[in-house]
């Protein structure tokens, strides 16, 4: 059995669907299918079963579940004590101005266990770029939320927030269980600057062109809310000042949380790093 081919096998077992798997891998659902199926006629058995609506695991399937993460594990300690032989292992993560996210902590305990010999450097980047240097080759891998161009991007999504619009606590619609955008009509919204992503921007102004103060960070978007009755949005669930409050959008696609890399970086860690984040975040 390669390598490579447990990995299908277990992207598969997690995502119980063929073309979801296809998707995670970065490939097309035919020769996922073909490497499944020569799989099984290697262990002699059956590992799904298939219906329309997706896929289960036989019990040989479970089996081998427990042993491929366990194979798959080992070979990634392997590369990593080579790594580290060969020099202290180095990987860079930009983290999109959201430190107050309980999942980051939580995952970066995950990594730090799974690899404490590797130099974890993190480049906290401001809002203007969503994939946090990635493109320039600022960093390896980066924590941030979608959408944005992922031309020529892998992604991977973690989590998905509702978005609420942020607003004085004294502002009429701050009263209300929820809003739709229509509710925001007319009122000013904060930019990004100009060369920010299109599509980060257009989400962020909830799809429609806006007016109103330019900011970078997040705290700059607390200010104008608050010094300027500017809307903003945010995912729910962040603490916010005391004189602000979030009102759940009952119209906003929700925000989600991804990992991104360059789309054919080969470095290990990078994988590991996606994996455990995913786990990570499923459990949350």
């Given at each position: 059995m390669e390598l490579r081919t447990l990995r299908y096998f277990v992207a598969v077992a997690e995502e119980l669907h063929f073309g979801r798997a296809a998707t995670r891998l970065h490939m097309s659902q035919p020769p996922l299918s073909?490497?499944?199926?020569q799989l099984e006629k290697e262990t002699g058995a059956p590992l799904f079963t298939r219906s329309p609506a997706g896929v289960?695991?036989?019990?040989?399937?479970s089996v081998l579940l427990d042993e491929a993460r366990a194979l798959l594990g080992r070979a990634e300690r392997a590369r990593m004590r080579v790594a580290a032989a060969a020099g202290t292992a180095t990987l860079t993560i930009g983290i999109l101005g959201d430190g107050t996210d309980p999942g980051t902590t939580r995952l970066a305990a995950a990594?730090?266990?799974?690899?404490?010999?590797?130099?974890?450097?993190?480049?906290?980047?401001?809002?203007?770029?969503?994939?946090?240097g990635l493109r320039t080759g600022l960093v390896d891998v980066a924590l941030t939320r979608?959408?944005?161009?992922?031309t020529a991007l892998a992604v991977r999504e973690l989590r998905a927030d509702p978005v609420g619009a942020v607003l004085r606590a004294d502002d009429p619609l701050a009263r209300r269980d929820h809003l739709e955008l229509a509710d925001l009509a007319g009122r000013r919204w904060f930019q990004f600057p100009?060369?920010?992503?299109?599509?980060?921007?257009?989400?962020?102004?909830?799809?429609?062109?806006?007016?109103?103060?330019?900011?970078?960070?997040?705290?700059?978007?607390?200010?104008?809310?608050?010094?300027?009755?500017?809307?903003?949005?945010?995912?729910?669930?962040?603490?916010?000042?005391?004189?602000?409050?979030?009102v759940p959008l009952a119209d906003m696609a929700p925000s989600r949380v991804v990992a991104v890399w360059n789309d054919g970086d080969t470095n290990p860690l990078i994988r590991s790093f996606t994996e455990i984040a995913t786990a990570t975040y499923r459990r949350a």
């Open positions: 073909r490497a499944i199926k289960t695991l036989t019990p040989v399937g990594f730090r266990r799974s690899h404490p010999g590797v130099d974890i450097r993190v480049r906290d980047t401001d809002l203007t770029d969503p994939t946090c979608a959408p944005f161009d992922d100009p060369g920010t992503d299109p599509l980060w921007q257009s989400y962020w102004n909830g799809g429609t062109p806006r007016e109103g103060p330019v900011v970078r960070v997040v705290q700059e978007c607390l200010q104008a809310v608050l010094w300027n009755s500017t809307v903003g949005l945010a995912p729910l669930g962040h603490d916010l000042p005391e004189n602000l409050a979030a």
